[in-house]
């Protein structure tokens, strides 16, 4: 699946460097170069630096062809500007973008942008783990136990960095 | 008219005191504490101090009652969700963006917003108007759709001369309205041979301007 992906950030480049794992074809854009420092190392996917709402430079990393778009930049209305541009002007499948402020996620998601707000989401598991409600928890606490354990194992190691990385 | 101005920077402070001066009813969204405190020194108690992209303070600053919905920050992304919040919370006014990046225009016309104004592409017009050479001028847009008027004179050497009007490659939806010789009308009719001089006057989709400019000034 070719995968592009606006916004560098935690979420974005944890994100990136999964489906880049996963064998996709990732493609990331930022507008700051310091950003990309949230991908994992060996990642092996496309870095891009340049405005993730700018319609020339979503062309320019071929959002026209992609299989899916994800919006994860700081700001909603970026997020839901570039989510839509995705959408509506490049037709592509499958379209998310994360919205904080829960409203504006609500009515997004009425025009059929997929959208996830981390106040409710982070809301409710945490409100699901105080509670023992393992139904809700459970899979997704597994999953994310799973990971971070790989990724923490992974700085574990004493790494030796390559000469050409380095710089 | 009742008029939500969205952003109080400079264009909203300005646009704000021009409608209250012609005695329309305002109401300021600013969510900066100071500018929205020094806005209200100025023009009065018209101004809600809170985020003009989030729905309920544009409810709050009664935008169902409100003829115009005007989004004029200085960030596109964030007068677009402005306008389409506005859309979806008070259907029925008139809903208008102010965009920086004049390809945002197209944008924002895909996605349901009509009504833009970009102040690059404004100074260019004029511009363009200015200056005498050019031969291109696009004269106006046509509110309410996304056509504009285009004059263009034809000029010795361009591959417009001697070709008659059904025969000029005009993108998709365009059509020439007339044609200005010696100072008449010429009727733009199919037959009619374009000269060297003549002034063709052209309705045009905004987008295509750029491939009229071909076919008329090479």
Redesign the interface.
């Given at each position: 699946m070719k995968v592009v992906i606006s916004g560098c950030g935690r979420v974005g480049g944890f994100l990136a460097g999964l489906l880049d794992s996963e064998g996709h074809e990732v493609t990331i854009v930022d507008l700051d170069k310091g950003a990309f420092m949230h991908l994992p190392d060996g990642f092996g996917g496309t870095t891009h630096l340049g405005n993730g709402v700018d319609l020339d430079v979503l062309r320019q990393v071929g959002v026209d062809r992609a299989d899916a778009f994800l919006a994860l930049t700081q700001g909603d209305n970026r997020n839901l500007m570039a989510a839509q541009i995705a959408k509506e002007i490049f037709r592509v499948q499958r379209v998310v973008a994360k919205v904080n402020d829960p409203i504006r996620a609500q009515i997004y998601r009425d025009k059929g942008i997929i959208t996830f707000s981390r106040t409710t989401i982070l809301g409710l598991l945490v409100h699901a783990m105080l509670m023992d409600e393992t139904e809700i928890g459970e899979k997704l606490l597994g999953r994310m136990l799973e990971v971070e354990r790989g990724l923490a194992g992974r700085d574990a190691k004493p790494r030796r960095v390559p000469a050409e990385a380095r710089r | 008219m009742y008029v939500l101005v969205a952003g109080g920077g400079e264009v909203g402070f300005h646009l704000a005191k021009a409608l209250i001066e012609a005695a329309h009813e305002v109401v300021v969204i600013e969510s900066d504490r100071r500018r929205a405190q020094w806005i209200e020194e100025q023009l009065g108690s018209v101004v809600l101090n809170a985020p003009a992209?989030?729905?309920?303070y544009q409810i709050e600053a009664g935008c169902q009652r409100a003829d115009a919905v005007l989004a004029v920050t200085g960030?596109?992304?964030?007068n677009?969700?402005i306008c389409?919040?506005a859309r979806?919370n008070c259907p029925g006014g008139r809903v208008i963006a102010r965009v920086n990046?004049p390809?945002?225009e197209?944008?924002f016309k895909?996605?349901g917003i009509d009504e833009t104004v970009s102040s690059t592409r404004v100074l260019m017009n004029v511009l363009e108007q200015e200056l005498p050479t050019s031969g291109f001028l696009p004269l106006m847009p046509l509110t309410g759709s996304h056509l504009e008027i285009i004059e263009a004179e034809i000029s010795p050497g361009t591959p417009a001369v001697g070709r008659s009007v059904r025969s000029l490659k005009l993108p998709e939806g365009s059509l020439v309205g007339g044609i200005v010789r010696s100072g008449k009308v010429v009727p733009a009719v199919g037959e009619a041979v374009l000269e060297v001089g003549d002034r063709v006057i052209v309705f045009a989709p905004t987008v295509a301007e750029a491939d009229v400019r071909k076919v008329l000034a090479g």
């Open positions: - | 992209d989030e729905g309920r960030d596109d992304a964030k677009l969700v389409q919040l979806h990046d390809k945002n197209i944008v895909a996605l």
